[in-house]
């Protein structure tokens, strides 16, 4: 059995998985601000579950500077959390080996595993609160792009440089528009998002050069109101040294971190690793 860990900004979900990947218990928490109380809060919800012996443990936290080798989460994008140890006190915890990676990250493992037969190079953007990124080439994580984001794109934005997160992230949805993703419905206010979200796009289609991209987070789950509209707004930007990917929506949205914890934790420490 293994463990998946994803801690978010708001919400912490915990889920025991069993050796073929299925979900066998889940529980979700709001995650405290001060993390020593996160880990007793975490300590009680393991508490509760049937399964106690676990073959190893994936944790994803929204970490924008983490120490991969020492497991130290250094500075979080959403959370006020600093130096926070967090492989070592999740191995006391469980009492099994940990892999601690950037959240956004395994999730974007846990989508390319799922397109592993059909794409060789995935490049996973999930749109929240903020923008996080990952690439993943032949089921491995490419730890070099930068685990912070959107934050760490500099486009132009109303005549300056504006860090990519800042204008086109769900929380800027909602301070441009008064509206969060799920409330938003005409094309006009969603052409704008699109053409916001391909600024960032393109960018990371030169960089990466992806066989796809796919799309989660909370803007993600609404692929279906915007795609067409961001496809068109990337098709004019395309170029014949630039071609432009398929976009999919991602699969599994709301577990798709506690999955990307279950798959690297299994190619870490699983029992024919």
Not at 215 to 244: C, H, M
Request: net charge negative; with cysteine.
């Amino acid at each position: 059995m293994y463990l998946g860990v994803d801690v978010g900004g708001t919400k912490t979900l915990v889920a025991v998985l069993d050796d073929e990947g299925v979900i066998t218990e889940r529980v979700k928490f709001p995650t405290p601000e001060k993390y020593n109380d996160w880990l007793s809060e975490l300590s009680k919800t393991l508490a509760t579950f049937n399964t106690t012996d676990f073959q190893a443990a994936g944790l994803g936290v929204p970490a924008t500077s983490l120490d991969r080798s020492r497991g130290i989460a250094y500075e979080y994008g959403n959370l006020a959390w600093r130096n926070t140890p967090v492989q070592a006190d999740l191995e006391k915890l469980t009492h099994c080996p940990v892999v601690v990676e950037n959240d956004a990250k395994l999730a974007g493992l846990s989508e390319a595993m799922l397109l592993k037969d059909t794409f060789h190079k995935v490049l996973y953007i999930t749109v929240s609160t903020g923008i996080g990124i990952a690439l993943v080439v032949d089921e491995h994580i490419d730890t070099n792009i930068g685990d912070g984001g959107g934050r760490l794109l500099q486009l132009e934005y109303r005549g300056k440089l504006t860090p990519w997160e800042d204008f086109a992230s769900g929380r800027a949805i909602v301070e441009r528009y008064g509206k969060k993703a799920q409330d938003i419905t005409d094309e006009a206010t969603w052409k704008r998002i699109a053409h916001d979200l391909a600024a960032g796009f393109i960018e990371l289609i030169a960089l990466t050069e992806p066989d796809v991209i796919v799309i989660g987070g909370s803007v993600g789950s609404y692929f279906d109101r915007y795609n067409e509209l961001l496809a068109s707004a990337l098709k004019q930007l395309e170029t014949p040294l630039l071609a432009i990917p398929p976009l999919r929506q991602a699969q599994r949205p709301e577990e798709a971190v506690v999955f990307g914890c279950y798959d690297l934790a299994k190619e870490r420490y699983g029992k024919h690793a």
